[in-house]
C-alpha cells in the first residue's frame, strides 16, 4: 500500500510565528487531505488538495503530485492552532491512508 | 448539527471481555470505516463496509470484527479485548462516489485493563 511520512514529529511555536509541515508519499493519488485533529480528538479536514494550491485564511497548502510531496503552511501561529495535523492519501483504492502526525504546540 | 456519533467518549473494560463500539451517522452514507489511533502511529484501518452486511478488511482486522445491519450503524467488535487493544477508536463515514472524507465521529478511548 501507499506510504506516507510526515515531518516533523513535533514542532513548538511561539505565537505569530510561522511553520511548514510536509508530506511525502509513496504512489501517486488520486485524494490528498490534510487535518487538524484538536485536543478534544475530533478530526477537521483542512484541505482537498491532491494537486495544487489552496489557502484558507491563516492555512495554505500546496501539493507536488509528480514529486510526491505536500506541505502545509500555518501563519501567525494561534494557540488554538494547537493539535496534531494529520496527511492522508488515498490512490485507487477508496480507503485513506494516514501518516502519523505532526504535533503542533503553539505558546504565549 | 451532528453527523457521526460515537456510543461513549470513554471506555473501560477488562482483558478477556466483549466490547461493542458503535457508531451511527445520520447522512445516509453507504461507506463507513473504523480507525485506531496510536501515538507515532497516527490513524490505522481495521474494517469498513461500502452497503448493509457488506465488510472489508482494512490494515489491521486481527482481533475485530464488524457488523452493519443498518445503514445509519457500524459496530466494532472486539471478541475478547485484550490490553494491545487499548487505543482511541474513530468512526468515518462518507458517500459513495465522494473521495473526499468530511465526517469523523468524536472518537473513543478504550482502555483494557
Known amino acids: 500500500g501507499i506510504q506516507v511520512e510526515q515531518s516533523p514529529p513535533d514542532l513548538i511555536l511561539q505565537e505569530g510565528a510561522n511553520s511548514t509541515l510536509r508530506c511525502n508519499f509513496s504512489?501517486?493519488?488520486?485524494?490528498l487531505q490534510w487535518f487538524h485533529q484538536n485536543p478534544w480528538g475530533q478530526l477537521i479536514n483542512l484541505f482537498y488538495?491532491?494537486?495544487g494550491t489552496k489557502q484558507n485564511g491563516r492555512l495554505s497548502a500546496t501539493t507536488v503530485a509528480t514529486e510526491r510531496y505536500s506541505l502545509l503552511y500555518i501563519s501567525s501561529s494561534q494557540t488554538t492552532d494547537s493539535g496534531v495535523y494529520f496527511c492522508a492519501v488515498s490512490g485507487t483504492a477508496s480507503k485513506l491512508t494516514f501518516g502519523t502526525g505532526t504535533r503542533l504546540q503553539v505558546t504565549l | 448539527d451532528v453527523k457521526v456519533t460515537q456510543s461513549s467518549r470513554y471506555l473501560v473494560k477488562r482483558t478477556g471481555e466483549k466490547v461493542f463500539l458503535e457508531c451511527v451517522q445520520d447522512m445516509d452514507h453507504e461507506n463507513m470505516f473504523w480507525y485506531r489511533q496510536d501515538p507515532g502511529l497516527g490513524l490505522r484501518l481495521i474494517y469498513f463496509s461500502y452497503d448493509v452486511k457488506m465488510k472489508e478488511k482494512g490494515d489491521i482486522p486481527e482481533g475485530y470484527s464488524v457488523s452493519r445491519e443498518k445503514k445509519e450503524r457500524f459496530s466494532l467488535i472486539l471478541e475478547s479485548a485484550s490490553t494491545n487493544q487499548t487505543s482511541m477508536y474513530l468512526c468515518a463515514s462518507r458517500d459513495t462516489g465522494w473521495v473526499v472524507f468530511k465526517y469523523f465521529g468524536p472518537g473513543t478511548r478504550l482502555t483494557v485493563t
Open positions: 504512489d501517486s493519488v488520486n485524494n
Open positions: 488538495i491532491p494537486s
